[in-house]
């Protein structure tokens, strides 16, 4: 039995090596003929056949959709007063059309009402206060006018007496003397009291005004903090929802949420007139003016497609977003059609027209390699694939021109990474 095992596996050792010494021979022939630039079978997939056509260059730039004309509705920012956040109590759906003074939103306004009325009492009160004030100080004038009347009077009629103190005895001198110096001292003392009064008046009342003043001030704030509750548009447009942070969580305002003051939460854009925002990399810089056509998809609508053209390159640059090397440029490209699909904030590829080439010979990009600085294809010939130095001009990201180096009707190789031994041919 051991006997018949052995003799059974004899023949696949030699069937083993039989295929072993097969390779070795196999491979040095292989190797031989694709040294020689003779492949064992050419794939139609493979090759390409040099095309006279035209070639247009574009370059892919990406933004964001936004309108021209738009009015932005911030939480509003009241003055004079402390405010965490507001509740919100009517708001108009997003997508809704709204015409120039219809309402958007309207926030609780109990709080700036009541605010206002006490204000308004504060202030009413300190008018009657002033004018209290400004009635008292005409009685005590009108009394100190007549003290003071009184006074002159006396000091006349004493010195009308003293007139005679010369056929009066000598006590009734003395007396008409000291009633004239009572009358002066009397005089002079009500004249300087009469001013002092009439400064300390005076002050009471500015002090009274002032405060009435702010007061008005005061109230005149609460009113415009109770008129900034409600919101009425500007202008006719379609009313967008603005993506904002509402209590730890990302989402759009609903009734009955609180919204702090200062936040863009809601906007009115004019879909009539849309444009792009997109970064420009100084690379391209130079290839682009204003001017320029260029065709708009959106992410969110693969077969939609409108004209756009670029209006406005940026000046400056600012750093880039992977490096500090590298400078971008905001450009600013006008929407030509419109589309009600159309909202702002919109994902948007632009594809911009850097110009075109009729009757050119056109081949693949990636038929065509680089080495030592200089442009190559793999030409096909009777005796296999010859590297054939090319010219190139206009290209895109998926042809280019040759200028020089084909003729129309040869056949390359659509992938220059395939290596190739055969030589030039001058």
Known sequence: MGQISQNRGKPKTLLLRIASVLVLV????????????????????SLVKVERKSLSETLRLNGTTQASRSFIVLAPRLEGAQ??????????PAGTHVKSGDLLVEFDPQAQTKDYLEKKSTYD????????KQSDEEIARAKDDTALKQAEDELKRAQLEIQRNEVVSRIDAEKNQEAVDEGQATFKQLKETYELKRAAAVAAIKILEIQRDRAKEAM?????????????SPMAGVVVHNTIWLGGRMGTVQQGDQVRPGVPFLQVVDPSKMEVRVELNQVDLLRVHPGQKAEMHLDAYPGMALPTVLDEVSPLGHTGQFTEMVRSFAARFLVEGNDPRLLPDLSAAMDLDLGSENDVLVVPYQSIGTEAGHSFVWLKSPSGFLKRTVKMGRRNDLSAVVESGLAEGDVIRRDASQDSAAPEKP
């Open 26 to 45: 196999a491979i040095p022939f292989l190797f031989l003929h694709f040294r020689q630039g003779r492949p064992l079978a050419d794939k139609a997939d």
């Open 83 to 92: 405010v965490g956040s507001m509740v919100v109590t009517k708001l108009v």
């Open 125 to 132: 009160n300190l008018v009657s206060q002033v004018a209290q």
């Open 220 to 232: 005149r704030y609460a009113l415009a903090n109770a008129a900034k509750m409600t919101v009425h």
